[in-house]
């Protein structure tokens, strides 16, 4: 079974920075798409950005210029930087993979990991 683990939320001023993580364990031969999500209190889990097999990217339109994806794929691990954040982005930020994990599967299945609290906040 794939595991997501996110770290490196916390609480933040308006205007600072945090990088978030999103480590997997376990075999994957394959990854669809990798993307963060994020859920603030009394709405719905929203996307914040993904990424592609090919690397395009798709950001939400409030994160766009403040936010960047990246990975590294050796070490199996996303990452989501975040400057010049604001109130409105607080949530539980959650990393969501779709992957393969073995060749013979038939279908992708989508992983989540259990999610990192982000608060901006003075």
């Known amino acids: 079974q794939v595991q997501l683990v996110e770290s490196g939320g916390g609480l933040v001023q308006p205007g600072g920075s945090l990088r978030l993580s999103c480590a997997a364990s376990?075999?994957?031969?394959?990854?669809?798409?990798m993307g963060w999500y994020r859920q603030a209190p009394g709405k719905q889990r929203e996307l914040v950005v993904d990424?592609?097999?090919?690397?395009?990217?798709n950001y939400a339109d409030s994160v766009k210029g403040r936010f960047t994806i990246s990975r590294d794929n050796a070490k199996n691990t996303m990452y989501l930087q975040m400057n010049s954040l604001k109130p409105e982005d607080t949530a539980v930020y959650y990393c969501?993979?779709?992957?393969?994990?073995?060749?013979?599967?038939?279908?992708?299945?989508?992983?989540w990991g259990q999610g990192t609290q982000v608060t901006v906040s003075s």
């Open positions: 969501n993979w779709v992957a393969q994990q073995y060749r013979s599967d038939f279908h992708p299945r989508i992983y």
């Open positions: 376990g075999n994957i031969f394959s990854i669809y798409t």
């Open positions: 990424i592609r097999t090919g690397g395009s990217t």
